[in-house]
């Protein structure tokens, strides 16, 4: 981004603060996502996944973050010992298919 486009959306920003207007809003204090690349997206990626979803298709990366976002629920209520390894096992393994998908993506792009 532009070092002035930083500088305005620095000052619009500061001016909302200023205001009040940023008080008080929903998620105001909760934790930032587990993992930055779930929120943080290249702006490139984000508007071709846009177009992708509503096309109704969605990236596998994207569908197995969801996914993985529902196994972490489970391994965290999971109270016996052996049922939790197999949920964190299961976990693993949709991350590393996750990963799988993003470096397929990746390098599909770059060729």
Do not use: C, H, Y
């Amino acid at each position: 981004m532009a070092r002035w486009l930083d500088r305005i959306a620095e000052r619009w920003i500061r001016k909302a603060e200023a205001e009040g207007k940023l008080s008080g809003l929903a998620g105001e204090g909760a934790p930032l996502p587990d993992r930055p690349g779930d929120a943080f997206v290249d702006p490139g990626d984000a508007i071709g996944f846009r177009i992708m979803a509503e096309a109704g298709v969605l990236p596998e990366e994207i569908v197995l973050n969801k996914i993985i976002a529902e196994q972490k629920k489970i391994v965290t209520s999971e109270t016996d010992p052996a049922q939790r390894k197999e949920a964190m096992a299961e976990l693993a393994r949709l991350e590393m298919k996750r990963a799988i998908a993003q470096e397929a993506r990746s390098k599909f792009l770059k060729s």
